[in-house]
Structures are given as structure tokens and as C-alpha cells.
């Protein structure tokens, strides 16, 4: 399953924004990652659209988490990002070609759509046990504890 990088640029944004107490413009989330201003402002507007962040107009302007990291699920940014819709659409392929089932043949999903749908569950009930706050909590871990606190103090910078 590939999904855009925007899925990836989108959840780092949401760790980040994990520690701030004040918006975070787009082009500072850019600049931070390293990324495209353009592509990165559109991801965040998605986040928006599905409410889990907050744009602030004006000149202290930017974005903030709508709600608490423990309360954003990594599937709530997924689906942002990429849509609700299944990963896997059933064709019903073999209802085609020289020897088609009929629809009236076709009671149940076949195998492969079923396999494909228990694949999906797994993976969407995977991303729904974490949150936000666990990804942060992990930073701590693999980096160390002094990261988010550099994160904050340079996205809070004015310079950014």
C-alpha cells in the first residue's frame, strides 16, 4: 500500500504542533522539515477541512492542533490526508471474461475482496490505537528528551 507523502509530512507537522502553545505558520512547519511550502500548506489545509487543526489569521498567525494529541489518531490524519475511501476496490473481475459468474452466482465478497478487507481492517485498527501524543512520546524515546524542547523553542522563534 503506498500512500503520498503527505501523509508523513502531515503527522510530523502534528507532533510538532504537539508542544506549542501558540500557531505555527506553514512556512515555518516548512522550513523546520525542510519541505515544500506549497505542498506542505495544502496538507495542513486538509488537517483543517477534517477539523484537526485550527488555521489563526493575521500576523501571529499559523495553525494549532484543535485538540488534544492523546485525542488525534494516526488514522484521523491518515484519512485526512488520503480520504475514507478503502485501499482496496473490488472489481467483481470474476463476473468478466469467458466463464463470468453471475451476479446471482456472486452471493458473497470473494476471497481475495474479504482478504483484502480483513488486511484493511487490521491496518485502519492499527492506526486508530495511535495517537499523536504517543508519536511525541516516542520522539522521546528514539531521540531523546531534549528534541522537543529544541523543536518548540525553534518553531517559536521569530525567525522560525
Do not use: N
Not at 18 to 36: C, E, I
Not at 102 to 114: G, I, Q, Y
Amino acid at each position: 500500500m503506498r500512500m503520498s507523502g503527505g501523509v508523513e509530512w502531515a503527522l510530523h507537522c502534528c507532533v510538532a504542533l504537539t508542544d506549542m502553545d501558540r500557531p505555527v505558520p506553514a512556512s515555518t512547519l516548512a522550513r523546520f522539515h525542510d519541505v515544500s511550502t506549497t505542498y506542505l500548506a495544502k496538507q495542513l489545509q486538509a488537517l483543517a477541512r477534517a477539523r484537526l487543526v485550527r488555521s489563526v489569521q493575521g500576523k501571529a498567525g499559523g495553525y494549532v492542533l484543535t485538540r488534544s494529541p492523546d485525542e488525534i489518531t494516526v488514522l484521523d490524519v491518515v484519512a485526512a490526508i488520503e480520504g475514507p475511501e478503502p485501499q482496496f476496490v473490488c472489481t467483481e473481475i470474476r463476473q468478466r471474461g469467458p466463464l463470468a459468474a453471475s451476479p446471482e452466482d456472486c452471493l458473497r465478497a470473494c476471497a481475495v475482496h474479504r482478504a483484502m478487507l480483513a488486511a484493511e481492517q487490521s491496518w485502519r485498527d492499527s492506526l486508530r490505537g495511535v495517537t499523536i501524543a504517543d508519536l511525541a512520546a516516542t520522539v522521546d524515546r528514539d531521540a531523546g528528551p531534549e528534541v522537543r524542547p529544541r523543536t518548540r523553542a525553534w518553531l517559536a522563534a521569530p525567525s522560525g
